[in-house]
């Protein structure tokens, strides 16, 4: 599973109807490079991409997370990597965070249980001076874009295949508003903004 991330502010057009809109802000790019069948690299993974500022101090925040827990022919083991962005640099980059369903529900067309609220939590230490930092992101997902059927996305043959080992693979995606609290040694920071987030489930 190969899932690089990077940060800019690229000029963008967005075209609507044939009408051109210039934009300005933020964008992530994901490139994601799946060169095995889905059920051998994950039972179930998560992605956020959390962006937004503090409305008195102005200081912007930008939080990515993947985790993923391994099938469990290779230990159901929980691999989880995330990033901080503060005011525009890299902040840090931790592995200690976590993904909490703290409610879910079940989903009849699918058979899973989707959050319907969820703490995603980073800790860590910063890059420079090695202070300790922590934010939690709690959501409470509404804003649904999509339930994308990962078998659909496959080639055919492929398909066949994974279909023998996993009933329906599912990636759910929201987006949502969200507040972070973002600690970055003793000082603590609210941040407003908006989340773009998965949840997948595979097994």
Known sequence: LDHPQSSCH????????GQAHDMAGEGTFVHAVQ???????ASKWSYVDFTGK?????HRA?????????????????????????NGELMGVAVDNKTE???????????YNPPTEVNYIWEGKTIEGSKP?????????????????LLAEIPWALRKIVSTFVAKPIIYQWYDDATAMVTIG??????????????????
Not at 133 to 149: E, I, R, S, T, Y
């Open 10 to 17: 690229p000029p963008c057009t967005l075209i609507v109807d």
């Open 35 to 41: 060169g095995m069948r889905p059920h051998l690299v």
């Open 54 to 58: 503090n409305q008195e101090s102005q």
């Open 62 to 86: 930008r939080l990515s997370l993947i985790q993923f827990t391994t099938p469990e022919y290779y230990g159901n083991v929980t691999v989880n990597q995330g990033s901080i962005v503060f």
């Open 101 to 111: 369903f703290v409610k879910t529900e079940h989903d009849v067309e699918t058979g």
């Open 133 to 149: 930092f922590k934010a939690v992101l709690n959501v409470k997902p509404k804003g649904l874009c999509q339930k994308v059927d």
């Open 186 to 203: 003793g000082e603590e920071h609210r941040v407003t903004g908006h989340v773009y987030h998965e949840a997948t489930f595979v097994l």
